[in-house]
């Protein structure tokens, strides 16, 4: 059974000049133990797509249609008492800014603590240990003297780590991760990234990294989903999605990225911007920016439709349509 | 000019103005009061101050829901026969001027000097700032009351223009300082933004960076503490008159009626020094809302 | 001898540039606390020359001082030692003399964020044209209007939108508008501060394909300073690593990323995540970048580097130049590695 499963999940922003839908109708599953990314450029959608998840949007935003289960049971509709229950217990959450992630007028062992003994049924002397142990897991060095530092004692991937440490303290089962690694250095980042995939399939924690880095992605999940105008665009296996993308979208992407193994003389270019919010194309969103858009793109909303191995919302795989290449 | 209001009335501003019922009825009354400020000569039914129109019979006049009020005499009269109704508008006006006065020239100096500090940084920085700490340990009202005494006891029988001239500065010496220090504030903050870096290595001189790029960048903060210092001004001007060292008798402000009305308050004539206090309030709370209300208005945009 | 000619003197020359900030406390906390007077050695001892119509990229983690280069080319910072010679002329000392106007308008710079670089009270016809303004290089307000519009269509933007104001451009557009503002006094060099790190990846491939087509159209010359390796491979020539402040490789960039010799090179390149090599092993560097207030002594990068020795932690590594580029290195030096 899937440990997290969304199903058409719409988010809306209800605002002075009408109601703006940042996220529609969006759909994926999370199995135990994976880890999948959610991949975007911004304004996509994917910063909101996890605090749906995890209840933390800001008003007037709101969970206007669909569902999202944990475990089978619907978490979308409670209220912020019960929410507070599941936040930290069952599913925990590593945001980007170390700096701002950690209070920084209590000691990091006492945010460890604190936290343990909310969600865990153990005594103080327990929790200790317990927090010793995680600062180990995540590399901090000299542990139980760390306890006692402050935030502002330690360096910025210091505080990721400790970051990541407080996300596990409850034994979720599920670890949202957005944009851990975007404030640090590329060295920092490829430890975090490692210690990461390391410590949670240790504690068989599954993860939804949100990140607008096809490369750390690529070096960290196991299944991608591809956000466009708060849409998925295409969803699948990494190697899938990266090596042989379905949609056009997927496809210009990867083009544009700079590739450190070959020289290429221009960059792929998608011309055009995503669109806004209150401005997206009838039909498919990504039609008027896309090179092989024919008119069934311009009426129809396509499906997530199955090419290969990975899904891509995108007409020309759709079973039915002969497409002339 | 007229696309100008336009666009401000459907914009941002705009719409926040127009979903707050306070700021409304705040603007209207400030609105009023100001008309009637400035147009005191012709909107108010008598001249309080012209000699030859007094009558003395008419002296001690109550409002006129009262018994042996006269319609003549809205809110009544004074102990000279001076409508009351009037010699508020007058005093607003008189009130109103010295409190904007006073508030434009601590603006002008307070915004300058914090930008030459927040720009310049340094020694004069400190030097700057100390002065603004000297100044906040002394109480205003001790400080007007300082300057303002010693000029009469110089100069008892100024022009009354100087006597104005005296009574604003003696409230904009202190006022000064909350501009400077969030200017300085703020011009920190921008001094290190690219766009002023841009400007620095195109060979743009310092003088010109800070008139034409800072400068517009935090004023917004300035409008806001204008509005409220206002309302402190006029508020200071009273109490300043009140104590007998404000405007000078031949043109009262609210604060001179408010005293002079004191002594008639226990013998049952309370209309004399009740109006002018209602009507310092009135000004006071209106200009105050707008101000809280320009304060939130602006909040989520600055940040 | 065969008869080469002369190879042309670089445009750009750096020499031993170094610049100290005093970040000392307060002298009363100094007297009080006893606290030190504090040096912050942003750049120390940086050399480098760069060719006409080339773009050499520095490349470093947070801390590395490629900002602070950058803003010592232009001029924005004096250096405490060294110097920069421009086509021939000491920088510094003639950006202070009525000869500077000149040189500033043969030097430009484009700023990492596009929200910042830009005064949001100014429309961009304003902004754009206030080099020109500045310099005097337009005989009358039509005229500026004209080159202006010029500007903006040449970064694949259009007249109309002169007269609107930044908040109403995405990050990407903001960004053009920068270069265009660059552009105006018709520089031959351009410093570039992370052009592209605050952008999306499509919206970097934009910007990126506009400035190598300006680069060829005009014979630009560039500094284009990153933290992202594979943007550097992009646009680069010549590929300059820092660290704490120091020049710890320079090469052309075909041998940087094929043989990198510097082992802070070697570790950022493997650092880097890879889209297509993934299942490779690898140790990612361990450590973190030391406070730049407090370097470690002899090399700044021995307490991370596994090829570090006792000379290491106490002499200083000098550049020593191969064919192929420059490396501070002991071990490369003594032949370890």
């Avoid at chain 1, 899938?240 to 997927?250: A, G, L």
């Avoid at chain 1, 007409?315 to 497409?323: I, M, P, R, S, Y």
């Avoid at chain 2, 501003?13 to 009023?32: C, E, K």
């Amino acid at each position: 059974m899937s440990l997290l499963q969304v199903r058409n999940l719409v988010v809306e922003f209800p605002g002075r000049h009408g109601t703006l839908r940042a996220l529609d109708d969006i759909s994926f599953n999370i199995a135990p133990g994976e880890i999948l990314g959610i991949v975007g450029e911004s304004g996509a959608g994917k910063s909101l797509t996890s605090a749906a998840i995890i209840g933390l949007l800001d008003p007037p935003g709101r969970i206007s249609g669909g569902q999202v289960l944990l475990e089978g049971e619907r978490i979308d509709h409670l209220n912020e008492m019960q929410m507070r229950r599941i936040r930290g217990r069952r599913i925990g959450a590593i945001f980007q800014d170390p700096l701002t992630s950690l209070n920084p007028l209590y000691t990091v062992g006492r945010q460890l603590i604190e936290t343990i003994q909310t969600h865990l049924p153990v005594t103080a002397e327990e929790a200790r240990l317990r927090a010793i142990a995680l600062l180990q897991e995540t590399g901090i060095a000299a542990a139980e003297q760390r306890l006692g530092h402050y935030p502002h004692q330690f360096s910025g991937g210091m505080r990721q780590r400790v970051v990541i440490a407080l996300a596990l303290a409850g034994e979720p089962k599920l670890i949202v991760a957005d944009e851990p690694t975007t404030a640090l250095d590329v060295s920092i980042q490829a430890q975090i990234i490692t210690l990461l995939k390391s410590v949670c399939k240790k504690h068989g924690a599954a993860v939804m990294l949100i990140t607008h880095d096809m490369g750390v992605i690529a070096e960290t999940c196991d299944r991608v989903a591809v956000i466009y105008a708060g849409r998925i665009a295409e969803i699948g296996p990494v190697h899938d999605v990266i090596n042989r993308p379905s949609h056009p979208y997927t496809e210009g992407l990867m083009a544009a990225i700079p590739d450190m193994t070959m020289d290429r003389e221009r960059l792929n270019q998608i011309d055009g911007a995503m669109p806004r919010l209150d401005a997206i194309p009838k039909g498919c969103a990504f039609n008027p920016r896309c090179p092989r858009a024919f008119d069934r793109c311009r009426q129809d909303r396509p499906d997530l439709m199955v090419s290969g191995n990975t899904r891509a919302a995108c007409w020309l795989h759709a079973a039915d349509v002969d497409v002339m290449t | 000019m007229r696309g100008f209001f336009l666009r401000a009335w459907h914009g941002d501003l705009g719409y926040s103005f127009r979903t707050s019922p306070v700021a409304m009825a705040a603007a209207l009354i400030a609105f009023i009061c100001l008309f009637c400020a400035v147009f005191a000569n012709v909107v108010a039914p008598h001249n309080p101050f012209d000699l030859a129109t007094l009558e003395l019979s008419d002296a001690f006049l109550p409002p006129l829901w009262l018994a042996d009020g006269n319609p003549k005499y809205l809110l009544g009269t004074d102990d000279q026969g001076r409508d009351i109704l009037s010699a508020l508008m007058f005093g607003a006006r008189i009130s109103l001027m010295v409190g904007l006065a006073s508030v434009a020239l601590s603006a002008a100096v307070g915004v300058t000097l914090g930008l030459v500090a927040g720009f310049v940084g340094g020694t004069l920085d400190a030097f700057i700032m100390r002065v603004c700490d000297v100044m906040l340990s002394f109480p205003v009202i001790l400080i007007a009351l300082l300057i303002a005494g010693v000029g009469r006891a110089l100069f008892p029988d100024a022009p009354s223009a100087m006597v104005f001239g005296v009574l604003i500065l003696s409230i904009s010496l202190t006022g000064w300082v909350q501009y400077a220090r969030t200017v300085r504030g703020s011009t920190m903050v921008e001094r290190h933004k690219e766009y002023v870096q841009a400007a620095r290595l195109t060979g743009v001189a310092p003088l010109r960076i800070m008139r034409r790029h800072v400068l517009p960048n935090v004023l917004g903060p300035v409008m806001v503490l204008a509005t409220i210092q206002v309302a402190t001004a006029i508020i200071t001007e009273a109490t300043l008159s009140f104590l007998g060292v404000g405007a000078p008798p031949n043109s009262p402000s609210l604060g001179t009626l408010i005293q002079v009305g004191n002594k008639f308050l226990f013998s049952g004539n309370w209309w004399i020094t009740v109006f002018p206090g209602l009507m310092l309030v009135l000004i006071a709370l209106s200009v105050n809302l707008l101000g809280d209300w320009l304060r939130d208005a602006l909040n989520p945009r600055l940040r | 001898m065969s008869l080469i000619a002369p190879q042309p003197m670089p445009l750009v020359q750096a020499h031993d540039l170094t610049k100290t900030f005093d970040v000392s406390p307060p002298w009363l906390n100094r007297v009080l606390e006893g606290k030190p007077r504090l040096q912050l050695h942003a750049v120390d001892g940086v050399s480098f020359e760069i060719e006409r119509g080339q773009t050499l990229a520095l490349v470093g983690e947070s801390g590395c001082g490629k900002s602070t280069v950058a803003r010592l080319l232009v001029g924005l910072y004096a250096p405490t030692r060294g110097g920069l010679v421009f086509d021939g002329q000491d920088v510094h000392a003639t950006l202070n003399t009525p000869r500077g106007q000149a040189l500033r308008r043969r030097i430009q710079m484009i700023f990492q964020d596009p929200y910042a670089s830009l005064n949001p009270r100014w429309t961009v016809e304003d902004i754009v044209g206030e080099p020109l303004r500045e310099q005097g290089l337009t005989a009358n307000p039509a005229d500026l209007h004209a080159r202006v519009a010029d500007l903006l269509q040449s970064v694949g933007l259009g007249a109309m939108d002169m007269a609107k104001y930044p908040h109403q451009f995405s990050g990407g557009q903001r960004q053009r508008i920068s270069i265009a503002r660059a552009l105006g006094t018709e520089p031959e060099f351009l410093v570039c501060d992370e052009p592209t790190s605050a952008l999306d990846v499509s919206v970097q491939a934009q910007v990126l394909n506009i400035m190598k087509d300006l680069q060829r159209a005009r014979g630009l010359t560039y500094l284009f300073i990153s933290h992202n390796l594979a943007v550097v491979r992009h646009v680069s020539d010549q590929v300059g690593v820092m660290y704490l402040g120091r020049l710890v490789e320079l090469a052309d960039k075909q041998t940087l990323f094929a043989r990198p010799r510097h082992p802070y090179t070697r570790m950022l390149i493997d650092a880097i995540p890879k889209m297509r090599d993934t299942g490779r092993a690898r140790t990612p560097v361990s450590g973190e970048v030391p406070n730049p207030l407090s370097p470690p002594g002899g090399c700044a990068f021995h307490p991370r580097c596994p090829h570090a020795n006792a000379r290491c932690t106490s002499e200083r590594p000098i550049i020593q130049v191969f064919s192929t580029g420059r490396v501070a290195c002991h071990a490369v030096q003594e032949g370890r590695i």
